[in-house]
C-alpha cells in the first residue's frame, strides 16, 4: 500500500537511517573513550577516528539508495529538492564563516560540524517542502 | 500544465487516496500533480491515461 504516509522505500530508508544513526552513536562513544583512556597510536588511532565518519558515509548512502529505490517520481523530486537546498546552505553557512574566520578571527569551526549543518537545512527544507505540497 | 484528473476522478468517485492507491503513489504526489504544482513523467502520464481508459491528451493539456 504506497498511498500511505510511508512507502516502502521510505521504510527501508528510516530503518538503514536508525541502524547507521546507533552506529554513529556507539563508534563515537567508543572512540572517544578509547581516547580518553588509552592515548592509542598509529594504525588503532586511524581507525577509532574514522569509525563514526563510515557511519555518517553509510547515512549519506543509505539517503542515496533511497532516492534509487522510491518508486513515487514526486517523493523523490522532493528528496533532491531538499538535499539541493541542504548542500547549498551547507556550502553558504560554511564559506561565509571561513571568511569570517580568516579575516575577523571567528572562532574556528571544525569541520564535523558540516554534516549536522547539512542535516538541519535539508531538514527545514524538507519540512517547509512539505507544507508547500500538503 | 492543466490538468481533468478532478473531473475523471469525479465521476468514478475516487478519492485522491483511491487515485494514490491505484497509481501506488503518495496521496500527496495525486494532489500536487492534480493541483498543478508537479508535472508528472511520461510512464506516470501513460499510467494515469490507462488507469482512465483514455490517452493522456484528454487528461493534460499545455495550456496555462
Known sequence: MTCSTKSP????????????MMLYVLFLVTAVLVFVHHHPTGPL????????????IGQIA???????????????????????????GTLSVTVVWGFLEGFV?????????VYPIYCALSGIAFALLQLRYK | MKNRLRVLRAERDWSQADLAERLEVSRQSVNAIETGKFDPSLPLAFKLAKLFGTNIEA???DES
Open chain 1, 45 to 56: 588511532a586511524w581507525l577509532l577516528a574514522l569509525l563514526p565518519a563510515l557511519a555518517i
Open chain 1, 9 to 20: 522505500a521510505k521504510r527501508r530508508y528510516l530503518r538503514r537511517f536508525l541502524v547507521t
Open chain 2, 59 to 61: 487528461i493534460f493539456s
Open chain 1, 105 to 113: 578571527n571567528l572562532q574556528h569551526m571544525n569541520l564535523i560540524w
Open chain 1, 62 to 88: 543509505a539517503f542515496g539508495m533511497y532516492l534509487a529505490e522510491e518508486k513515487d517520481e514526486f517523493q523523490v523530486v522532493l528528496g533532491v529538492q531538499s538535499m539541493l537546498w541542504g548542500i547549498g
